[in-house]
Each structure stands twice: as structure tokens, then as C-alpha cells.
């Protein structure tokens, strides 16, 4: 009993094993029938368009990827790298083995040395590229039993990305995967898009990118025409926006930070020379610095960047600051001297007065009291001034002041004023002028400009920065040509 056990199981072991046998003779043999009786992998199949005689049309050729990871997206350079599965399908007549409903297999795998007819494509944009062969070349094959056939390779290449910076870094750039045929014109072979899913992405593709997000995926036609034919092209658009997280924490709020403590000079007093100096001159050189590592990593371009004008508004806040030290050290010094040099001669002249011009036992009043004017009959005006200079008798060599005297009336014409300066009173006269004149009413100009800076240079640095953000950070997508 147990004998015959063993002779069935030997004869199944047997049986399966020349059906393993008759299956991988009857695919080597297919493959041999096909590539070796009359085929040339040289010659380009006919279309499958037979309306039109001979060749039959242009061969189809239906495109689709997978983008596995985008890095290393290159500034300076313009370029980035990108690693991809990249498939093509097209129906080679030729190649037709069977029909659907046949004990033929539904596909056949083609392994390296078999040559069939390929398209060839390539990327326009690129710039190296290679095929992985770790641990067998990444290539597959497929001829369906219809004559379609399925060619899949993954490949890494370095694209070309002419970026737009003048958005610099809220910026989007549409980088391009362009796909066309090198020697087979529109009329030999003509690409088209997959209808379903023509370009996919691997899940967890933004995290590839270091300082990029993602944000769309489009697909278009890029036919172009040259000496030597017109050729089919197709496009993929990568749409690429700058996260802008890493420039807020390294660039824009430290360079804030250093303006605002430029400021700090305006509450220092003027003699604390070398406190206001080594302030200022720190900041700026720091500045430049952080200026310098920026553009660093950037093109030489021609045209003005967002971040140049950040840059250069913060830098002209700090040099500002240090020009207002310059200038009030300068206004100081002048008042000083002038101050200096006016008591000097005040004191001459007051001495001269006192010898010449002063008439002893006479008093000098303004007179006007309007009842008094009309008795005397004089024809005065309204905004007559008249003053009474009257000698007055003295009493051993005293002045008396209780006998009245003939006294001299001096009477002024009245003064003439201008419209401006009737503006410039009624402007004087304003509450909130009052307010502000009061509150920076300092004899010493030096302090007063001191007092004006704390509140100009925020002022002015605020609305720069309404204006700034305003218009920079909108994000605009560029056209890609």
C-alpha cells in the first residue's frame, strides 16, 4: 500500500514537471518564432491607422510616469534632480502572437539581449540621466499577445530649471519635464498622455523636497518645430512653491531685530560717543554679513529681488540711524560755538549801550489806553503802539516818580502782516500743534532731533513694511515657456 503511494506521488512530480517544461519551451519558443523568422528590431512598425496606405500613420505612443522623489532643487545652477519610473506603450503588429481568447500566454517578458523596436526618446531639458542596474538593470519588457508592448525603466536624471527670482523667496517656479522623439518626426511616431493618471506621485513626495512644496501636477503638449521636421513633444509641469518658514527664522526677523536695535542709539545721549558709535557701526557690519550669505546662495541675476529690497531697506534704516548720530554731534558742536562766540560780543555791546544809547532819569511805557487817545485828539489807528518817554525830576539826585512831567509820545505805525504769517498763526494756535510743540519744545536742537527719530524711524519702517508685504506676498505662478 505504501509502494503504491509512493509511484502516484512520483508520477505527479513527473507530470507537473513536463508541464513546467512544455510552458517555458512553448514562451522560449514564441519569443524565438518571433524575433529571429524575418523580424528587423532596425525598422520602425507600421501605424494602426488603416485609412491611411502604406505605412499605416504614425506609430502611438502613450506615455506615463511615476515621480518617485525630487531633490536637490539647485538655485545657483538652475537645475534639479528628479529619479522616475518612466513607461511607454505602442502596439508592434509584428510581434502579435495570439488572439484573446487562445491557450497562448497573456504576456511575455523579453530579458536583456533581446532587441525589439523602441522609440527613441529622450529628455530635452536633460542634463545627465542614468538607469539603475543595482541589483539587476530596472527595465521591463512586456509583449502582449496583441502586439502591444509595455516598456518600463527607472531612471534618475538632472533637469535644466530656468527659475524667475524676482519674488525671491515667496516664489513659485514651474519646472518642466519635456519628452520628445530625437530622429522620428510627427508623421513616424506621435506621443500622447495616458488618459488615466498620465503622472503619478509616490506617496510622501513633499518630504523629498528640502525647501519646496509640491503644490500641482499638470500635463501638456510641446510640439516643436525645427530644420529638420516637426517633432511630438509632451510636457509635465512641476509647480514648486518655496517654503518660506526657514527665510522668516534666518533672514527676516533677525534683520528686524538688528534695525530695531539700531534704534536704540536715539535714547543715548549724545556725549556717549563711543556707545552710540560702536552700536551702529555693529549693526551695519553685521548686516552686511548676513546680506552677503544670503546672495551667496543665488545667481548673479540682473534684475531686483524681494529679498535685495528687504535687504537694502534694512540696511538704509541702520545707515540712517548712524547719519542721525553724525548730525546731531554736528548740531551740538555748532551751538556750542555759536552760543560761545554770541555771549562774547553780547557782553561788548551791552557795555556799549550802557555808555551810549542809555538816557539817565527817563522811563520808556507803552501807553494805551484808548479813552486817553480819543481825548487827546490824536488820529490813531487800531493797531497803533504809542509809548511815553518822560523825564523825571530828581530830589538830591534821586529820581522822583511822583510828579508828573511833559512827557514824549512815540507812536508806531501799524505793522503790515503778511497772509503767511496770519497761516502760520492760526496753525500756532491749533490745540493738537500746541500739544506737539509742547511735547518736543526742547531749547537744545541735538535732543530735538533725538526726540523726532524715535518716532520717525518706526513710522517710516512700519509703512515699508505694509508696503512689503503687500506686494511680495502674494504668490505668482510665472509662465513657463
Known amino acids: 500500500m505504501m509502494r503504491r503511494r509512493l509511484l502516484v506521488i512520483v ?3 513527473c507530470t507537473l514537471f513536463e508541464l513546467c517544461s512544455a510552458d517555458a519551451a512553448s514562451d522560449t519558443e514564441i519569443i524565438k518564432k518571433l524575433l529571429e523568422h524575418g523580424y528587423d528590431w532596425r525598422v520602425r512598425p507600421p501605424g494602426i491607422n488603416l485609412t491611411i ?59 536583456a539581449g533581446q532587441k525589439i523596436w523602441m522609440p527613441d526618446s529622450f529628455f530635452q531639458n536633460e542634463k545627465m540621466a542614468h538607469r539603475h542596474l543595482i541589483d539587476k538593470p530596472n527595465v521591463l519588457i512586456r509583449i502582449h499577445k496583441d502586439g502591444k508592448i509595455l516598456y518600463s525603466v527607472r531612471i534618475s536624471m538632472v533637469l535644466s530649471c530656468p527659475m524667475h527670482l524676482n519674488d525671491y523667496p515667496m516664489d513659485v517656479q514651474v519646472c518642466l519635464i519635456d519628452l520628445a522623439s530625437y530622429a522620428y518626426t510627427e508623421s513616424d511616431i506621435e506621443y500622447r498622455w495616458k488618459p488615466e493618471n498620465p503622472v503619478q506621485l509616490k506617496n510622501g513626495l513633499n518630504s523629498s523636497l528640502p525647501s519646496f512644496e509640491l503644490t500641482n501636477v499638470t500635463t501638456d503638449l510641446c510640439t516643436s518645430q525645427t530644420n529638420t521636421g516637426v517633432y511630438s513633444c509632451l510636457r509635465t509641469k512641476l509647480e514648486l512653491r518655496r517654503q518660506f518658514s526657514y527665510y522668516l527664522l534666518q533672514l527676516y526677523i533677525p534683520s528686524t531685530m538688528l534695525v530695531i536695535v539700531s534704534w536704540v542709539s536715539f535714547w543715548l545721549d ?12 555693529t549693526t551695519l557690519l553685521t548686516m552686511t554679513t548676513q546680506a552677503s550669505g544670503i546672495n551667496a546662495k543665488l545667481p548673479p541675476v540682473s534684475y531686483t529681488k ?6 537694502g531697506a534694512c540696511l538704509t534704516f541702520i545707515f540712517g540711524a548712524l547719519l542721525e ?33 542809555i538816557i539817565p532819569n527817563t522811563t520808556l511805557r507803552k501807553f494805551s489806553d484808548p479813552a486817553q487817545n480819543i481825548e487827546m485828539g490824536l488820529p490813531l489807528e487800531e493797531d497803533n503802539e504809542v509809548w511815553i518817554r518822560q523825564t523825571l525830576p530828581t530830589s538830591n539826585g534821586i529820581p522822583n516818580h511822583l510828579n508828573d512831567e511833559a512827557a514824549e509820545l ?13 497761516i502760520t498763526q492760526f496753525i500756532r494756535n491749533l490745540r493738537l500743534y500746541r500739544w506737539f510743540q509742547r511735547r518736543f519744545e526742547v531749547q537744545d536742537n541735538a535732543k530735538r532731533a533725538d526726540l523726532v527719530s524715535r518716532a ?14 503687500t506686494t511680495y506676498s502674494r504668490y505668482k505662478v510665472p509662465d513657463a515657456k
Open 53 to 111: 496606405p502604406g505605412t499605416h500613420g504614425a506609430v502611438i505612443v502613450n506615455v506615463n510616469m511615476l515621480i518617485r522623489s525630487i531633490s536637490k532643487i539647485d538655485d545657483v545652477n538652475m537645475e534639479y534632480s528628479v529619479q522616475l519610473t518612466f513607461r511607454e506603450e505602442w502596439v508592434d503588429g509584428r510581434l502579435a502572437y495570439g488572439t484573446p481568447n487562445d491557450e497562448n500566454p497573456s504576456f511575455l517578458i523579453l530579458t
Open 306 to 311: 524681494a529679498i535685495d529690497v528687504w535687504i
Open 410 to 422: 512815540i507812536v508806531f505805525g501799524p505793522r503790515k502782516i503778511r497772509k503767511t504769517l496770519k
Open 456 to 469: 520717525l524711524f518706526p513710522t517710516l519702517f512700519l509703512f515699508f513694511n505694509l508696503w512689503y508685504w
Open 11 to 13: 508520477f505527479l512530480i
Open 325 to 357: 548720530f553724525a548730525w546731531v554731534t554736528y548740531i551740538s558742536s555748532r551751538s556750542f560755538y555759536r552760543h560761545k562766540t554770541v555771549d562774547s560780543a553780547r557782553g561788548s555791546l551791552l557795555i556799549g549801550a550802557k555808555q551810549a544809547m
Open 270 to 281: 549724545r556725549g556717549a560717543v563711543p556707545a552710540r558709535v560702536t552700536l551702529g557701526v
